[in-house]
T-cell receptor, first 113, second 114 residues
């Protein structure tokens, strides 16, 4: 019940294309869903996050779509750029009690120039 | 702010040796997390402290692993004795223990056990 399933494991997209990464969770008590971006040799860094009271959040070229009934959420990267090439992790957390994250397994994105 | 500081950045040791990884969280943060990252298992939470007290150590693989946080500005993760399967990148992260908490990750320590 604590798992977060992420797909695909890896993704190759042409420059200018749309990258889509999907995550699914089981525990309906999760109420905070961040996405982290990790470049080689660096620690993950927060990219964008959403609460389940909204269905979509957009920041620049990055959008989270959230489907509460399906217990799924996804990251869309519009106009993908080579500089977006990184590993992306979704996560789920609680906003009360324990604040630990449950991370997905990661998606390695490569954007071709 | 300097961010989360980890040392050493790289560690190569031989099987059976003791390894100590160090972390300095961001000043003012009261939660600290140790993660292990491998290709096979992704990013795993090992242990989580709040106000220097271990809250959840369910991810610590076995008794060979121990973690301490003697004060708000320092934590260690010790592996004794180390084994080749412990080879991984170990990350420390810190956050404010509150609703909608962003975790700030350090640069990681790449551990290789020969």
């Amino acid at each position: 019940q604590q798992q977060v399933k992420q797909s695909p494991q890896s993704l190759i997209v042409q420059k200018g294309g749309i990258s889509i990464i999907n995550c699914a969770y089981e525990n309906t008590a999760f109420d905070y869903f961040p996405w982290y971006q990790q470049f080689p040799g660096k620690g993950p860094a927060l990219l964008i996050a959403i609460r389940p009271d909204v269905s979509e959040k957009k920041e620049g070229r990055f959008t989270i779509s959230f489907n509460k009934s399906a217990k799924q959420f996804s990251l869309h990267i519009m106009d993908s750029q080579p500089g977006d090439s990184a590993t992306y992790f979704c996560a789920a957390s609680f906003t009360s009690g324990t604040y630990k994250y449950i991370f997905g397994t990661g998606t390695r994105l490569k954007v071709l120039a | 702010d300097a961010g989360v500081i980890q040392s050493p950045r790289h560690e190569v040791t031989e099987m059976g040796q003791e390894v100590t990884l160090r972390c300095k969280p961001i000043s003012g943060h009261n939660s600290l997390f140790w993660y292990r990252q491998t290709m096979m298992r992704g990013l795993e939470l090992l242990i989580y402290f709040n106000n220097n007290v271990p809250i959840d150590d369910s991810g610590m693989p076995e008794d060979r692993f121990s973690a301490k946080m003697p004060n708000a500005s320092f934590s260690t993760l010790k592996i004794q004795p180390s084994e080749p399967r412990d080879s991984a990148v170990y990350f420390c992260a810190s956050s404010l223990h509150r609703e909608v908490n962003e975790q700030f990750f350090g640069p990681g320590t790449r551990l290789t056990v020969l």
